[in-house]
């Protein structure tokens, strides 16, 4: 096992009816800043009981935060926040409102002239404003890590970082308030919790049985329920679970000591950028090629994989590997995922052109090897 630091410092408030919660998680005295996206909590009766629950403090309001949070509209936020002096940011929404926020908290404190450098150049961000979530997708795992992936109009760039500082202080859990999501975003859910473990599970072994079972819970519980729950989506149960599930895919426990690829994010990104594609959508193209391409260095994971989460016991290692893979594409198409750019009319030539060009200019490898260079990437792309 490898060396690692597991801090986890966010409360979470999970079931029926928490968000009145806020009323003792959001300090008394606070000047509350609360953020939220394009008006889906004004539909579904979130904006009504989070504004109940703050009753008597001093709350302003900033709305508008897109999908694939913009750089631009943060920084109108974080203008709002240092001119009205607030001290504690409130994200309601999905994982872009949750991100844009995190950015938020630490451009509000940032010394330097432009805080796009804590994405662009890695800058250290040193402080950040405390910040709390009201989570209504579950996906990201936002709501409990120190990751924020923010986009760029000006530049078409799709960019993350990491900040101790921004991880939230608490996260409120109500499964109820995502009965309203449509079912492309319920289906976005799934299969980025997925691919979130699978990035954390399918490299090579380092020796953590403990770590591999608990990736594997995630992955079978995910398999059961998605479908589960795209049939029946006003199951409480169903979305209890499946929102468990995509907290626990990225609050980092099963990552510990384990090693990491993310490659699939990190190209999918760059496909958000080109393209606009939905994170998850990007996600349930890559994975299956990438896996194939990456079938000699991932073969133990993989045969595992196909063993213990698909169920596939029989003929060699080879093809227990190729028919898990299978599966996890069935799986993808059965939530109504499309597995190929063709579906979005993207020819892969163009794909593989741009995106291994920008991992050139970049100087970009990835992998858990480090192996990927912009041509195998382009590979990669050319059979998506
Ligand atoms: O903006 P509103 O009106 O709220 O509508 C949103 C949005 O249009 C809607 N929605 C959210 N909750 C709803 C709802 N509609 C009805 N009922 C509800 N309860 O759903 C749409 C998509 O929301 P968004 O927040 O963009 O989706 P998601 O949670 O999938 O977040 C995607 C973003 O997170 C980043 C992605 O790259 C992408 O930018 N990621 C963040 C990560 C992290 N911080 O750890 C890791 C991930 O890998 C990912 O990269
Ligand atoms: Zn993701």
């Not at 966010?10 to 953020?35: D, E, H, S, Y």
């Not at 995190?102 to 451009?107: C, L, P, Q, S, T």
Request: aromatic fraction near 8%; charge should be neutral; glycine fraction near 8%.
């Amino acid at each position: 096992m490898n060396n690692f630091t597991f801090f986890a410092p966010t409360r979470l408030v999970f079931g029926k009816g928490t968000i009145g919660n806020l009323a003792t998680l959001v300090p008394q005295n606070a000047r509350v800043l609360m953020i939220y996206g394009g008006g889906s909590i004004r539909k579904n009766g979130v904006y009504e009981q989070v504004t109940k629950a703050l009753n008597g403090r001093t709350v302003f309001e900033f709305g508008g935060i897109q999908p694939n949070p913009l750089y631009e509209t943060c920084m109108q936020a974080a203008e709002l926040g240092k001119k009205e002096s607030v001290d504690f940011l409130l994200a309601v929404g999905g994982g872009s409102v949750l991100d844009g926020v995190k950015f938020i908290a630490a451009a509000m404190r940032f010394p330097a002239s432009d805080p796009w450098d804590i994405l662009a150049k890695g800058a250290e961000v040193a402080s950040a404003v405390p910040l709390g979530t009201v989570l209504t997708l579950p996906a990201t795992g936002s709501e409990s890590n120190s990751f924020s992936v923010m986009s760029r109009k000006s530049t078409s760039e799709k960019l993350a970082f990491s900040a101790e500082a921004v991880i939230p202080r608490f996260a409120i859990l109500d499964p109820q308030t995502t009965f309203t999501l449509p079912a492309k975003q319920t289906r976005n859910g799934v299969v980025d919790a997925f691919v979130h473990v699978m990035e954390q599970y399918a490299t090579y072994s380092v020796n953590t049985p403990l770590q591999d079972r608990q990736a594997e819970a995630i992955l079978t519980t995910l398999v059961e329920e998605g479908p589960r729950l795209l049939a029946g989506p006003n199951d409480y149960d169903t979305r209890a679970n499946i929102m468990w599930c995509a907290t626990q895919a990225l609050n980092t426990l099963i990552g510990c000591g384990v090693a990491q690829d993310w490659a699939t994010h990190m190209i999918g990104h760059e496909l958000t950028a080109l393209y606009g594609l939905d994170h998850a959508e990007t996600l349930a193209i890559v994975l299956p090629q990438l896996l194939r391409h990456q079938k000699q260095t991932k073969a133990a994971r993989l045969d595992q994989m196909a063993k213990r989460v698909w169920g596939i016991t029989a003929g060699s290692a080879e093809s227990r590997i190729e028919a898990g893979i299978v599966r996890m594409v069935e799986f993808f198409e059965s939530l109504g995922m499309p597995t190929r750019l063709a579906a979005y009319k993207i020819a892969p030539a163009d794909a593989a052109a741009k995106v291994s060009k920008r991992f050139v200019d970049r100087g970009t490898t990835l992998g858990e090897h480090q192996d990927l260079t912009p041509d195998r990437v382009a590979a990669i792309l050319k059979d998506c």
